[in-house]
T-cell receptor, first 113, second 112 residues
Framework: GENVEQHPSTLSVQEGDSAVIKCTYS??????FPWYKQELGKRPQLIID?????GEKKDQRIAVTLNKTAKHFSLHITETQPEDSAVYFC????????????FGKGTRLHILP | NAGVTQTPKFQVLKTGQSMTLQCAQD?????MYWYRQDPGMGLRLIYY???????DKGEVPNGYNVSRLNKREFSLRLESAAPSQTSVYFC???????????FGAGTRLSVL
């Protein structure tokens, strides 16, 4: 079955700097890759997603890149702000085969003042 | 439009007790999911249901059963709770038009 690895588990960056979180997946049938943000005590919420027919997607300060050949995808946050502090999860889904959505173990992002 | 609603929000059980976690969605989604979240382990899939009348095991199904009662409702049952099932449980839904997950607020379960 699908296995999603996420690195690093913890990341601290200075406010205003960029943060990058990386994920790899094992199932070549996976074709949908969402990223979720979870603030303390709250539910995970989608922040950006990418499908396998594109290599990059951007939404304001957030971007995701996908390398299907290498089976890895990354989240990039630029000009980080205190409200970016949270846990971020990547996930993978093979939409044409089944509805399983498998998550990475998460990255705790700390934005330092 | 409430989205995904889970009950209860909190529960304390003794080892060996049983309980059912309820989940309902009002977005007409086909797929529903149960995840558990433990520190450092991320979100692990327990069971999922691609459509009414079907259920499939996820990554960690042992000790749990599920019922897809109708398109709206997907319940998770612990027949004989164990301390290892202490966790936060999230229900979620999605479909092909909206393939990302919409999560409920979660149920914090403690098994003593």
């Amino acid at each position: 079955g699908e296995n999603v690895e996420q690195h690093p588990s913890t990341l601290s960056v200075q406010e205003g700097d960029s943060a990058v979180i990386k994920c790899t997946y094992s199932d070549s049938a996976s074709n949908y890759f969402p990223w979720y943000k979870q603030e303390l005590g709250k539910r995970p919420q989608l922040i950006i997603d990418i499908r396998s027919n594109v290599g990059e997607k951007k939404d304001q300060r957030i971007a995701v890149t996908l390398n299907k050949t290498a089976k890895h995808f990354s989240l990039h946050i630029t000009e980080t702000q205190p409200e970016d502090s949270a846990v971020y999860f990547c996930a993978a889904r093979a939409m044409n085969r089944d509805d399983k959505i498998i998550f990475g173990k998460g990255t705790r992002l700390h934005i330092l003042p | 439009n409430a989205g995904v609603t889970q009950t209860p929000k909190f529960q304390v059980l003794k080892t060996g007790q049983s309980m059912t976690l309820q989940c309902a969605q009002d977005m007409n989604h086909n797929s529903m999911y149960w995840y558990r979240q433990d520190p450092g382990m991320g979100l692990r899939l327990i069971y999922y249901s691609a459509s009414e009348g079907t259920t499939d095991k996820g990554e960690v199904p042992n000790g749990y059963n599920v019922s897809r009662l109708n398109k709206r409702e997907f319940s998770l049952r612990l027949e004989s709770a164990a301390p290892s099932q202490t966790s936060v449980y999230f229900c979620a839904s999605s479909d092909d038009r909206a393939p990302s997950l919409y999560f409920g607020a979660g149920t914090r379960l403690s098994v003593l």
